[in-house]
């Protein structure tokens, strides 16, 4: 059996390093506007493709690129720049969901993944796109049972895409979900014409509400106000059983996320993964994965659709229930490599002994570190404040420029 694919997602440089760190698989990512995080992300250019596709080749891992959004005419043209830049700089391949896409990519070669915008449902629905990709996402609403029955359908009929394997399904595993039906959803582009199917969504659904009697003016009294805003999906504590089911790529959701969740996030489940193969997957394993995916931004968790749910949970708080955050402090002056110091600034607040910290940048990725020691004018001291220069010893190699944090718990409300 082969081996889940953990893909991670990546909205910046600092985010695809991150991802690397942590054991992801595969990345994906958006460029330009042609995606669906064209406004919460910052998405990559036509010219950083040479080095996203050097960078994942180095690290064995596969890179994938986001072009999932409603394509129009004026569209063609840079669209058709994408699929071929994607093509000349060998990234592995492209997600769609308009048939524009699909059909110049595979004119010239370009392999496919469909988006879950598609919204696949059934195995002959997966028939039909088989004649343009091998690697589908179902619809987000489907329960596991139903992930299982198109796995065993697509062996029993001999399902193949266009190069000539059996067609690959693919899951969301963790991360957000949106209210509307495999994420088309029209109230961003109703309340402010700011299309969710172009990228543009604003997430009004996030908001708080009141719901009106508009014959008799009655307001109604609803316990959750945030009565749109879904749960984060969260599948670490049966990821056994989506391995069983025969799905062959599991997607962390968040491009549009920094570079601490998706460490966190991939390491998580890049451990749970391993330990399922290595039969070494226990409760107490899970509950601490959890502990910690829950220390980075989150709406509180729950398992979806897939063990058979009918309707959503959702969030009783605006914003993240992450159980930390992290705090801006200052940036990197200069690394000492033979000793492994780093000389930094601190342009706000303080730092002191023992606080944990997180450290950020495009070719660092992520580096994560308790403060044992700070060194002020070489003489060692238990903090430093804002306008200090100090060095700290850090387990790896950070640059110039990376930006420090500091890791703080947060007290959530009623999560």
């Known amino acids: 059996m082969q081996k889940l694919e953990l893909m991670s997602p990546a909205g910046s440089f600092e985010a695809l390093r991150s991802a690397i760190q942590a054991g992801c698989n595969s990345v994906y990512f958006g460029v330009e506007q042609l995606n669906m995080r064209a406004r919460s992300s910052i998405n990559f250019t036509l010219e950083d493709l040479k080095e996203i596709a050097q960078i994942a080749k180095e690290n064995h891992i596969k890179a994938y690129i986001t072009l999932n959004t409603i394509i129009y005419d004026h569209d063609i043209r840079l669209m058709k720049e994408i699929v071929s830049a994607a093509k000349e700089n060998g990234i592995d391949a492209i997600i769609a969901s308009d048939h524009a896409v699909m059909n110049y990519a595979k004119k010239i070669g370009m392999p496919i993944h469909i988006s879950t915008q598609c919204n696949i449902t059934n195995i002959d629905s997966v028939e039909f796109y088989a004649n343009y990709a091998d690697v589908m996402v179902l619809s987000r609403e489907l329960s596991l049972s139903q992930v299982e029955d198109i796995v065993r359908e697509i062996e029993r009929r001999d399902i193949r895409g266009p190069q000539n ?105 890049r451990e749970a993964i391993d330990s399922i193969y290595e039969g070494t997957y226990t409760l107490e394993k899970i509950e601490t994965w959890k502990e910690r995916l829950a220390t980075v931004y989150n709406r509180g968790f729950w398992d979806g659709y897939y063990l058979g749910r009918k309707m959503g949970e959702w969030s009783k708080n605006h914003g993240s229930a992450a159980t930390t955050k992290k705090v801006y402090l200052g940036k990197i002056r200069n690394f000492f490599d033979k000793i492994s110091v780093a000389e930094v600034e601190l342009e706000t607040l303080q730092l002191k002994l023992n606080d944990d910290i997180i450290i950020t940048g495009p070719k660092t990725g992520l580096v994560k570190a308790v403060v044992q020691e700070i060194r002020l004018e070489d003489i060692p001291v238990p903090e430093v404040k804002k306008g200090d220069i100090f060095s700290i010893k850090l387990p790896e190699k950070v640059r110039p420029s990376d930006k420090l944090y500091k890791v703080v718990k947060e007290v959530v409300e009623n999560r």
């Open 165 to 269: 394997e059996l067609v690959k399904i693919e899951i969301f595993g963790h991360g957000a979900l949106c209210m509307a039906v495999s994420g088309k959803c029209y109230l961003s582009l109703h309340s402010h014409n700011a299309s969710a199917n172009r990228g543009a969504c604003i997430q009004n659904c996030r908001r708080s509400y009141i719901v009106i009697d508009k014959e008799e003016g009655y307001e109604l009294e609803i316990d959750n106000e945030y009565i749109m805003s879904a749960k984060d999906l969260c599948t670490i504590d049966f990821l056994d059983k989506i391995i069983k089911a025969g799905v062959s790529v599991l997607k962390i959701e968040g491009r549009g996320r920094s570079a601490d969740y998706v460490y966190e996030t991939t390491k998580c489940y």
